[in-house]
């Protein structure tokens, strides 16, 4: 379909020509969207152009679709169900135990249940790793959501070979679809089969992710193993030699920012989930003034609980001016370019960042008439400061509305979604 968004108020999130890193400022104008593309950007204009449906706006903000760098979509069956304990315990105990019960299609239908919970948060893209690539990877893309896969492989599976057999099979599958390479962390891969990820990654010239530094003990415990820390470790075996990212950071060393550097890595920080589970608080504003990628994501489901943008984008500045002592740091404009176009960058998804004719039409539109979004002192951060899911009015992906004030074009009824969700959870209780 072809549409025109009129009387608007726009946040490309595009960096100003001649100044460094601010962002362009927002205007009143339109952007039109032709089939999944954005076709133009700009003021309002005539055109002869016909659309097949016209949306004012009223004044309300578009902006480009936030980006979760990081979850676990299908962990939606653990909601609430082992909240209270530690990173290894709550893995060990109860995590690992339950998710050895499940089948594809279970975590196909989670994974539409965290599909669900994105669209209400703006998220128009997810970076996720979990059990069942080729069902999830259907799942999203019979729900029209954009999604970008890491595998989790780990010293319990899968094979080496199924893990290249995935990445080669995925690609290319749909335009919706990606998988990018990637292992769960070092403290569950053998040295061994890390040694093997990095010929892969070599072999492919492919970027490289994985849980990294997330508890102090995680730290320690691979110091022990190797005497070093997980980043000096893993980029001595090559697998960060062609980029890359880690999720949660929240404990590296100047050795490893500086790693992190010289190998253009991103960080994807979840604060939400590092909040519950008491991993600790990360260093954003040292990282940002390093000049690393720092994206945002959500975590799972179970860890975090929710699955809401707007809640990581105020945990991130707030507990950074918490730590650093400073009411500054981690500027607003600084958190909405990690949700949006450094997501983007961290997901390898470069069509995706910001509006702008020629850019997928992955877009979102904020209700700015509700008591929280007013007055019109400072739009931009007060999305971080003030702005919540209520404020979602329209969810786009590939030029597809997908979420509508309220209503969801997802392909399946939501109610039976809650249903199913429901029966899996109660049968994995009953056998887990």
């Not at 209700?367 to 739009?379: A, C, E, T, V």
Request: charged letters at 25%; proline letters at 3%.
């Amino acid at each position: 379909m072809n549409y025109r968004f009129y009387n608007a108020r726009i946040l490309t999130m595009e960096e100003e020509m001649g100044k460094d890193h601010d962002l362009r400022e927002i205007f009143e104008g339109e952007v039109h969207v032709k089939d999944s593309i954005i076709s133009y950007v700009g003021e309002s204009i005539k055109t002869e152009e016909k659309f097949d449906r016209e949306i004012d706006c009223k004044g309300n903000l578009l902006m480009p679709g936030f980006k979760n760098a990081h979850t676990h979509s299908g962990m939606t069956a653990m909601r609430s169900y082992a909240d209270g304990l530690p990173l290894q315990e709550w893995l060990e105990t109860k995590i690992f135990p339950m998710e050895a019960n499940m089948t594809g299609d279970d975590v196909a239908l989670l994974s539409k249940l965290a599909i669900m919970e994105y669209l209400t948060s703006g998220i128009t893209a997810a970076m996720d790793m979990y059990l069942t690539p080729y069902t999830i990877a259907d799942a999203f893309t019979e729900c029209g959501m954009r999604i970008v896969q890491v595998s989790g492989i780990n010293k319990f599976g899968p094979s080496i070979e199924e893990f290249e057999e995935r990445f080669l099979k995925i690609n290319g599958k749909n335009p919706l679809s990606t998988q990018l390479m990637g292992f769960h962390a070092e403290y569950t891969c053998e040295k061994e089969l890390l040694e093997k990820l990095s010929e892969l990654a070599h072999k492919y010239k492919a970027p490289m992710y994985t849980h990294n530094s997330e508890t102090k003990s995680e730290v320690d415990g691979c110091i022990e193993r190797y005497g070093v820390t997980p980043t000096v470790f893993l980029d001595s075996l090559g697998l960060f030699d062609f980029g890359g990212g880690g999720y949660h950071c929240c404990h590296l060393t100047d050795e490893d920012i500086e790693i992190f550097k010289k190998r253009n890595m991103s960080i994807v920080s979840n604060p939400g989930s590092n909040t519950k589970l008491a991993s600790g608080v990360a260093p954003i504003q040292k990282y940002l003034d390093n000049g690393i990628n720092v994206a945002l994501g959500t975590d799972g489901p179970s860890s975090n609980n929710c699955l809401d943008m707007f809640r990581e984008m105020f945990l991130v500045t707030g507990l950074a001016k918490l730590r650093e002592n400073n009411a500054s740091a981690v500027d607003g404009l600084e958190v909405l370019k990690m949700a949006t176009k450094n997501g983007a960058k961290a997901m390898c998804l470069d069509d995706c960042d910001i509006l702008q004719a020629g850019k997928q039409a992955d877009m979102i539109m904020i209700d700015l008439y509700q008591p929280n979004m007013q007055p019109f002192n400072d739009i931009a951060r007060n999305i971080v400061y003030s702005g919540s899911k209520q404020n979602v009015k329209m969810t786009m992906v590939a030029g597809k509305i997908l979420y509508e004030d309220g209503k969801y074009n997802i392909g399946v009824d939501p109610m039976d979604i809650y249903k199913e969700a429901n029966d899996i959870i109660n049968r994995l209780k009953a056998i887990s």
